[in-house]
């Protein structure tokens, strides 16, 4: 059975002591953590403008 080496990891410096070492799934795990931050807040920003909309709609109707 053949041995096969290790995959490529990426080592992130934090600080002077501390050292964060990264595989392939961890860097697509923080890839996908801030693109859902960031999908979210402006689905949240467009949530707003919808309903500042509709609240303007319906000071005009009164």
């Known amino acids: 059975m053949k ?3 290790a995959p490529p990891r990426e ?3 934090l600080g002077d002591n ?3 070492v990264l595989g ?3 860097v697509v795990m923080i890839i996908t953590v ?3 931050i960031v ?3 402006y689905a949240l920003q ?3 403008h919808q309903l500042e909309n ?3 709609i319906l000071e005009i109707k009164k």
């Open 24 to 26: 392939i799934k961890g």
């Open 18 to 20: 501390t050292k964060v």
């Open 3 to 5: 041995i096969f080496p």
């Open 11 to 13: 080592t992130v410096k």
């Open 46 to 48: 467009y949530q707003i």
């Open 34 to 36: 801030i693109a859902t």
């Open 54 to 56: 509709r609240i303007k």
């Open 39 to 41: 999908g979210g807040y």
